[in-house]
């Protein structure tokens, strides 16, 4: 999955519709909600040199999975597996 997410990252605007047809499918088969609005604002500026969108994205992609990472370490007794 990070692997398609970093591809997704690289991806010129022209080539975004089979790697956001396949992020947009794992979100939905995940249960998780998608801001259209917001995905259309990102879009608009998928090109911008400065890559602002994938920044943004990257840095809430790996804040979450660092997030998932750290709940897993915890156990019922709200000790850590170490």
């Not at 992020?23 to 500026?45: C, F, I, T």
């Amino acid at each position: 999955m990070e692997a398609r997410f970093i591809a997704l990252l690289n991806a010129h605007s022209e080539d975004l519709d089979n790697h956001l047809r396949y992020a947009v499918s794992l979100l939905k088969a995940n249960e998780q909600p998608l801001d259209w609005l917001q995905l259309l604002q990102d879009l608009l500026q998928w090109d911008h040199p400065e890559g602002h969108v994938q920044l943004r994205w990257a840095r809430d992609f790996f804040r979450d999975k660092s997030s998932n990472e750290n709940s897993e370490k915890q156990t019922i007794g709200g000790k850590t597996n170490e």
